[in-house]
Nanobody, 117 residues
Framework: QVQLVESGGGLVQTGGSLRLSCAASGFTFTNYFMGWFRQAPGKEREFIASINWSGGSAYYTNSVKDRFTISRDNARSTVYLQMNSLKPEDTAVYYC??????????WGQGTQVTVSS
């Protein structure tokens, strides 16, 4: 059974930083690109970043590029998201999952990030 446990969210001021973690289990972690997604109030969940099997290559959407960094620790089956220069529009619940995850797939509870202006 796939389990994804996100942590590290919180309340931060504009320009601040947070580091999110996601512990994965129930599947062979090293077989999958992993991704981070977020869902802002009143909006659909959106993909924001992914990382390949080894951690050597990453992709970011324009909204987070140059501010967020995704990484992974395969020995711990954990994926991270370092978020710098946070903006109020980054306020959302953040989720991790396999990079190609669909809405009907298993998801964790997410972690709330709130950026105050």
């Amino acid at each position: 059974q796939v389990q994804l446990v996100e942590s590290g969210g919180g309340l931060v001021q504009t320009g601040g930083s947070l580091r999110l973690s996601c512990a994965a289990s129930g599947f062979t972690f090293t077989n999958y690109f992993m991704g981070w997604f977020r869902q802002a109030p009143g909006k659909e969940r959106e993909f924001i970043a992914s990382i390949n099997w080894s951690g050597g290559s990453a992709y970011y959407t324009n909204s987070v590029k140059d501010r967020f960094t995704i990484s992974r620790d395969n020995a711990r089956s954990t994926v991270y998201l370092q978020m710098n220069s946070l903006k109020p529009e980054d306020t959302a619940v953040y989720y991790c999952n396999k990079a190609g995850a669909k809405p009907d797939d298993d998801w964790g509870q997410g972690t709330q990030v709130t950026v105050s202006s």
